[in-house]
Nanobody, 119 residues
Framework: QVQLVESGGGLVQAGGSLRLSCVNSGRTSGFYTMGWFRQAPGKEREFVARISGDDANTYYEDSVKGRFTISRGNAKNTMYLQMNSLKPEDTAIYYC????????????WGQGTQVTVSS
């Protein structure tokens, strides 16, 4: 049974950094494509970043380009989101996802980790 578990969220001041982790248990071979999404209070969930294959195939939502970096760990079942120069508008619950269905569709989702950026 696939389970995605995020960690690394927390409270940080604007301009600070956080590194989110996503561990995929139950599927040691990993997923070819994985992604990060976020949902702010009162807003719909939105795409943040996606990685396919190795770290060369990455895609970002425009507002996080140059500040966030998606990557995989040495173990195939781990994924990271390095977030630098954080802004208050980055405040949201961040979710990792695996098993790409195309577009913003993923089959498996984590439970989310809260990121709060204070001004």
């Amino acid at each position: 049974q696939v389970q995605l578990v995020e960690s690394g969220g927390g409270l940080v001041q604007a301009g600070g950094s956080l590194r989110l982790s996503c561990v995929n248990s139950g599927r040691t071979s990993g997923f070819y494509t994985m992604g990060w999404f976020r949902q702010a209070p009162g807003k719909e969930r939105e795409f943040v970043a996606r990685i396919s294959g190795d770290d060369a195939n990455t895609y970002y939502e425009d507002s996080v380009k140059g500040r966030f970096t998606i990557s995989r760990g040495n173990a195939k079942n781990t994924m990271y989101l390095q977030m630098n120069s954080l802004k208050p508008e980055d405040t949201a619950i961040y979710y990792c996802a695996g098993g790409w269905l195309g577009g913003s569709g993923f089959r498996y989702w984590g439970q989310g980790t809260q990121v709060t950026v204070s001004s």
